[in-house]
């Protein structure tokens, strides 16, 4: 199976610009897609494919990355963004998410 | 407006079997797959299978196999999913979500299920 690494939290100051990471543990080109969760809400797809942004969601959020190294940025950082965010592959079965990074205001 | 609409909350005893739906509107059924997830509370989330809406064709997460069956009525545009000999290990929440190549870009809003004797 395909291991999706991402660090457990990040604290950040409103109004700055956040990168959250995702290493995977075998190339998985660009099917890689980012999730945000608000507690108590199912997941929402944010960007696609690496680095497309779903319809509806600010472009303050985007994304990068190819193989096996990809990252999520929000900039700026709103109140509203802090939730957990899950990178997911679909590369391969069978599909795999991260474990997820806690945003946190400072 | 595309919407998947999950069914209540379980609360069951051990070594019973739930069935969950997912009953969705706004979208050509049997043209998507359709997969279901599990997330145990402040946990990872894990992709249980898929299933195609069309001919019900199914995939699974060899971790689930025996444990989760996934059906579907075209008719309703309805997906099922049934979950066997449950133990305290099967208490979570879990989620249909619209599989596309882009990712799953539409959730149900889950449901819990309690193992509890």
């Known amino acids: 199976d395909t291991v999706l690494t991402q660090s457990p939290a990040l604290a950040v100051s409103l109004g700055q610009r956040v990168t959250i990471s995702c290493r995977a543990s075998?190339?998985?080109?660009?099917?890689m897609h980012w999730y945000q969760q608000k507690s108590g809400q199912q997941p929402k797809l944010l960007i696609y494919s690496a680095s497309n942004l779903e319809s509806g969601v600010p472009s303050r959020f985007s994304g990068s990355g190819s193989g096996t190294d990809f990252t999520l940025t929000i900039d700026p950082v709103e109140a509203d963004d802090i939730a957990n965010y899950y990178c997911q592959q679909s590369n391969e079965l069978p599909l795999t998410f991260g474990s997820g990074t806690k945003l946190e205001i400072k | 407006e595309v919407q998947l609409q999950q069914s209540g909350a379980e609360l069951v005893k051990p070594g019973a079997s739930v069935k969950l739906s997912c009953k969705t509107s706004?979208?050509?059924?049997?043209?998507?797959?359709m997969s279901w997830l599990k997330q145990m509370p402040g946990q990872n989330i894990e992709w249980i299978g898929n299933?195609?809406?069309?001919?019900?064709?199914?995939g699974y997460n060899q971790k689930f196999k025996g444990k989760a069956t996934l059906t579907v009525d075209k008719s309703s545009s309805t997906a099922y999913m049934d979950l066997s000999s449950l133990t305290s290990e099967d208490s979570a929440v879990y989620f249909c979500a619209r599989l596309i190549k882009q990712g799953f870009d539409y959730w149900g809003q889950g449901v819990m299920v309690t193992v509890s004797s």
């Open positions: 299933i195609y809406g069309g001919n019900g064709g199914t």
């Open positions: 075998k190339s998985v080109s660009t099917y």
């Open positions: 706004g979208y050509t059924f049997s043209n998507y797959y």
